[in-house]
């Protein structure tokens, strides 16, 4: 359990990795191209993370259709790797979006909308544009400012190495047991952990019903049919400065509605799953900050970056298979296909 902790704290960690890299890149040129448009950026270039995290979330909940007997339980621990889309390592920057910034040759001056610049995911920008902004405009901190500055494209984490899909890890520990009329009941839950500057919080809960005992003459057939609803969310805290208020925040909750079906052969169940998420993933980064306003004075910016994420979740299908080991022990592994395809591998001890 110690070991699952570790994990978790490190995935709390990872969510900071973009603004790591925005701090080395440029991350105080963007806020101080406005409020609005920092945030479009912003949630353009974190997108692929929190997609990742979102799907890895809503995965892992079962290794079969059949629901626990009355007090029968598993405790099982997973990981999900929702892999990022080769798509979704690079987005298009439209001009049109911003206010106030647009992506200029550094050489011309002529406009680049349209070109494709890279997300978190991606690696170094090698086209020939800066990142211009000019204008009359009003930065978070409520401070005018009318001047043109330009800075570069911040690059990605240039992880096409990684052996492997490249996606959020997200482990999961959890408590399935059996309560009335062939429904389970499954429970996530991390307290919060608080490790010098991070702290890290998950919640989530499932309910999995058979639905064969209400149709007539279905109950004889050979496999089990349930139907499943789960809902996670995990929380991650960075304090920047605790001492000036300053802290990052990342939110990710998945709802997934699902019907399973899942047939035992001895000591080996393949299990199959159709269903859709809801992915709701935020990114806020709260506190006052002082930066430069690009005229040779001061502007302190409060809760300078807010996103909300939407549009990662929808049609899912899961195929896996579950094999016993010594009657109480098991592994499963399964794949599903959705817009971030995911696999999930596990281990658990089932009492039925």
Do not use: C
């Not at 007997?69 to 990981?79: A, E, I, N, P, Q």
């Not at 910016?301 to 979740?313: E, L, Q």
């Not at 016993?324 to 592994?333: D, E, G």
């Amino acid at each position: 359990m110690k070991q699952s902790y570790k994990y978790l704290l490190g995935l709390a960690l990872a969510s900071l990795l973009m603004l790591n890299s925005l701090n080395a890149q440029n991350f105080e040129e963007v806020i101080n191209s406005s409020s609005q448009d920092a945030n479009t950026y912003l949630k353009n270039y974190m997108n692929p993370f929190a997609g990742s995290l979102g799907n890895g979330l809503a995965n892992g909940w079962y290794n079969t259709a059949r629901p626990h007997k009355t007090l029968g339980f598993d405790l099982t621990t997973t990981v999900s790797l929702a892999a990022i889309p080769d798509s979704e390592k690079m987005f298009e920057f439209i001009g049109a979006d911003y206010n106030n910034i647009d992506l200029v040759n550094e050489t011309t001056g002529a406009s680049l909308s349209g070109e494709m610049l890279p997300t978190f995911a991606g690696g170094e920008y090698s086209g020939e544009g800066v990142l211009e902004v000019s204008g009359s405009r009003e930065l978070a901190g409520g401070v005018t400012v009318n001047d043109t500055q330009q800075f570069g494209v911040p690059d990605g984490l240039g992880l096409d190495e990684f052996p492997g899909p490249l996606a959020v890890p997200v482990p999961s520990v959890q408590l399935g047991i059996g309560i009335v009329k062939k429904t389970e009941l499954v429970i996530r839950f991390t307290p919060e952990i608080n490790v010098d500057d991070v702290s890290f919080k998950q919640f989530g809960f499932g309910i999995k019903h058979d639905v064969k005992q209400w149709i007539p003459g279905m109950k004889l057939l050979p496999f089990d049919l349930s139907g499943f609803f789960g809902f996670n969310k995990i929380t991650s805290e960075y304090y920047i400065d605790q001492e000036k208020g300053q802290y990052a925040e990342f939110t990710s909750s998945a709802t997934t509605v699902q019907a399973i079906i899942s047939k035992k052969l001895l000591f080996f169940t393949p299990y199959a799953g159709l269903g859709f998420n809801i992915v709701n993933s935020s990114f806020n980064v709260l506190g006052d900050y002082t930066f430069d306003d690009g005229t040779g004075g001061e502007v302190t910016v409060t809760d300078p970056v807010g996103i909300d994420f939407d549009g990662s979740g929808g049609p899912r299908f899961t195929i896996g298979a579950r094999l016993k080991i010594l009657w109480v022990l098991s592994l499963h592994a399964d794949y599903t296909f959705q817009k971030y395809n995911t696999t999930t591998v596990g281990f658990g001890i089932n009492i039925r």
